[in-house]
């Protein structure tokens, strides 16, 4: 009879214990022991993170063609089959300044965004957009190096020499957009109000193609290094990059300080056999501060403990490292990916 009490006990406690956890309103890891299944020969099967709900949240990225879709739909479908009950959908957009956009008005809780966007929006001054208190930062991920592209047809040697010729700037508002403003003015030109360069609103896509066909004489392409767009385009041998160097890239830097100095390696592309000082900024990983503290933990804890994982989706993300791990970020760090940070030591 005391063996059957105690058996009854034990059943109700552990009801007790599983109705709690479920009427939480508050996301709970459950322990490995929980979220391992037993494996068909007995053994235990490798944990995971768990969530104690299912979350599903959309990613913002950029366009199609981009290295900066591609690392979103990599990392978004990694952390999907790392993390129990989390969906993440990467989906296309116009870039950082759309994704702030979708951000705010709630369309998106993730996105991939440029540190000087962040920046901008985290301080009120990208236009046309009120100052976007909700933007957090997760990590910094790559940099987005600056290939200056010019055709050697073009004759075109130096930037003093870009007056008038005919160029792609990205997408309308996008964060080339952004790139090509700041850049072409530290070097005298306007293309939005004087009009002294001709500005081409075109994609990464877009652009290549439209330099192929000779319809345009320069192009800004922000990318991951190699950026596979300049790799097509280096095997031509009709190409140029523009260096961004000495004292114009210190005076840009000065101006623009969510920028960073790089140096493209020599090698990277056909046909340059020198180094390429240039700047870029830091492509980085951000949420909406509505996204729960303990879902942002766990994110950011499996992006560093699953780290080779990660740096398989591209060849730019081996760049990331404890040291850079928010280098540049632009925005105030999530709650939760601050918690990771000053668990590890990096804050």
């Given at each position: 009879?005391?063996k059957?009490?105690?058996?009854?006990?034990?059943?109700?406690?552990?009801?007790?214990?599983?109705?709690?956890?479920?009427?939480?309103?508050t996301?709970?890891?459950i322990?490995?022991?929980?979220?391992a299944?037993?494996?068909?020969?007995g053994?235990?099967?490798?944990s995971?993170?768990?969530?104690?709900?299912?979350?599903s949240?959309?990613?913002?990225t950029?366009?199609?063609?981009g290295?900066?879709?591609a690392?979103?739909?990599g990392?978004?479908?990694?952390?999907?089959?790392?993390?129990?009950?989390?969906?993440?959908r990467?989906?296309?957009?116009?870039?950082a300044v759309?994704?702030?956009?979708?951000?705010?008005?709630g369309?998106?809780?993730?996105?991939?965004?440029?540190?000087?966007?962040?920046?901008l929006?985290?301080?009120?001054?990208?236009?046309?957009?009120?100052?976007?208190?909700?933007?957090?930062?997760i990590?910094s991920l790559?940099?987005?190096?600056?290939?200056?592209?010019?055709?050697?047809?073009s004759?075109i040697?130096?930037?003093?020499?870009?007056?008038?010729?005919?160029?792609?700037?990205?997408?309308?508002?996008?964060?080339?957009?952004?790139?090509?403003?700041?850049?072409l003015?530290y070097?005298?030109?306007d293309?939005?109000?004087?009009?002294?360069?001709?500005?081409?609103?075109?994609?990464?896509?877009?652009?290549t193609?439209?330099?192929?066909d000779?319809?345009?004489?320069?192009?800004?392409?922000?990318?991951?290094?190699?950026g596979?767009?300049?790799?097509?385009?280096?095997?031509?041998?009709?190409i140029d990059i523009?260096?961004i160097?000495?004292?114009?890239?210190?005076?840009?830097?000065?101006?623009?300080?969510?920028?960073?100095?790089?140096?493209?390696?020599?090698?990277?592309?056909?046909?340059?056999?020198?180094?390429?000082?240039?700047?870029?900024?830091?492509?980085?990983?951000?949420a909406?501060?509505?996204?729960?503290?303990?879902?942002?933990?766990?994110i950011t804890?499996?992006?560093?403990?699953?780290?080779?994982?990660?740096q398989?989706?591209?060849?730019?993300l081996?760049?990331?490292?404890?040291e850079?791990?928010?280098?540049?970020?632009?925005?105030?760090?999530?709650?939760g990916?601050?918690?990771?940070?000053k668990?590890?030591g990096?804050?």
């Open positions: 009879m005391k059957n009490k105690k058996s009854l006990l034990a059943l109700l406690l552990a009801g007790a214990a599983i109705l709690s956890v479920g009427c939480s309103n996301p709970q890891l322990s490995s022991s929980e979220a299944a037993p494996s068909s020969d053994a235990p099967a490798q995971q993170p768990a969530l104690s709900q299912s979350y949240f959309t990613v913002g950029s366009s199609s063609g290295s900066v879709y690392v979103g739909a990392l978004s479908q990694m952390l999907t089959e790392k993390i129990s009950g989390l969906n993440m990467a989906i296309a957009t116009g870039g759309d994704n702030v956009g979708l951000m705010s008005r369309e998106v809780q993730l996105s991939l965004n440029a540190s000087n966007t962040n920046y929006a985290c301080n009120g001054q990208l236009e046309g957009m009120d100052k976007q208190e909700n933007l957090r930062g990590v790559y940099p987005s190096v600056f290939h200056f592209i010019v055709g050697k047809e004759g040697t130096g930037f003093d020499q870009l007056g008038g010729r005919k160029g792609a700037v990205g997408a309308p508002a996008s964060a080339t957009d952004l790139y090509c403003t700041d850049v003015s070097f005298g030109y293309y939005h109000d004087r009009k002294d360069v001709e500005a081409v609103y075109a994609n990464t896509s877009d652009a193609d439209q330099f192929k000779g319809h345009i004489d320069w192009a800004l392409f922000p990318l991951g290094v190699p596979s767009a300049v790799l097509d385009l280096s095997m031509s041998g009709k523009l260096p160097e000495g004292e114009d890239r210190d005076g840009l830097l000065k101006q623009f300080p969510y920028y960073i100095p790089y140096t493209i390696p020599a090698g990277t592309y056909t046909g340059f056999d020198s180094d390429i000082d240039t700047v870029g900024c830091v492509i980085t990983l951000v909406d501060e509505s996204v729960d503290e303990e879902v942002v933990y766990q804890k499996t992006i560093w403990e699953n780290l080779d994982s990660v398989t989706i591209a060849n730019s081996t760049w990331m490292s404890k850079n791990a928010v280098a540049g970020i632009g925005a105030p760090l999530h709650p990916a601050e918690r990771y940070y668990e590890i990096v804050l």
